[in-house]
């Protein structure tokens, strides 16, 4: 089956530590994207990369880093300069040109 | 002024009855619309796409931009207990990024 897989699906950080979330596409879509999605507040852009090795900060970029190595992989690292981790993480790809976004079951972080 | 508003709700409808979901929107470059359902602690499901003004149906569900107007919508006819869940509207000019509402929680009670 295609599909978008993040994990873990939990996920708890203490302070001052790095964590790193996982995002997997076999839809070779050419674009991805991580969100946090806080409530009532929507779903608010992180990262988002439309080719390996190229990617561009969303609105809320500060605290966080990615990397695209792969086509299939766009992993999402919380730094400790994030202030406010606790969210739940959303990962999607899209087919560049072609516009649906697909999502993967997302990664509830939290901060203990 | 955001780029998408969607009424949060909550929004309540007894079994059978025909939902109306709705958001507008403040920049006519957009020109790709999406309906997306999300069940509590799950990702967003995509339901319905729609290039341009114009309907869309499939199933019990229809969608509808009005680009005059700025402003989509989402019929749910037939409602069940299983369309229990949150509705956010999206869109988009080119693909590169997505512009979300925050979403409308509906619940339908048996």
């Known amino acids: 089956d295609g599909g978008i897989t993040q994990s873990p699906k939990y996920l708890f950080r203490k302070e001052g530590q790095n964590v790193t979330l996982s995002c997997e596409q076999n839809?070779?879509?050419?674009?991805m994207y991580w969100y946090r999605q806080d409530p009532g507040q929507g779903l608010r852009l992180i990262y988002y990369?439309?080719?390996?090795?190229?990617?561009q900060k969303g609105d809320i970029a500060e605290g966080y880093s990615v990397s695209r190595e792969k086509k299939e992989s766009f992993p999402l690292t919380v730094t400790s300069a994030q202030k406010n981790p606790t969210a739940f993480y959303l990962c999607?790809?899209?087919?560049?040109?072609?516009?649906?976004?697909?999502f993967g079951q997302g990664t509830r972080l939290t901060v203990v | 002024q955001k780029e998408v508003e969607q009424d949060p709700g909550p929004l309540s409808v007894p079994e059978g009855a025909i939902v109306s979901l709705n958001c507008t929107y403040s920049?006519?470059?957009?020109?790709?619309f999406m309906w997306y359902r999300q069940y509590s602690r799950k990702g967003p499901e995509l339901l319905m796409y729609?290039?341009?003004?114009g309907n869309k149906e499939d199933g019990r569900f229809t969608a509808q931009v009005d680009k005059s107007s700025k402003y989509i919508s989402l019929f749910i006819r037939d409602s069940q207990p299983s369309d229990s869940a949150t509705y956010l509207c999206?869109?988009?000019?080119?693909?590169?990024?997505?512009?979300f509402g925050t979403g409308t929680s509906l619940t339908v009670i048996p």
């Open positions: 999206a869109m988009t000019n080119t693909g590169n990024q997505f512009y």
């Open positions: 990369s439309q080719i390996v090795n190229d990617f």
């Open positions: 729609t290039y341009s003004s």
């Open positions: 999607a790809s899209s087919v560049t040109g072609n516009t649906e976004a697909f």
């Open positions: 920049n006519s470059a957009f020109q790709y």
């Open positions: 839809l070779n879509h050419d674009a």
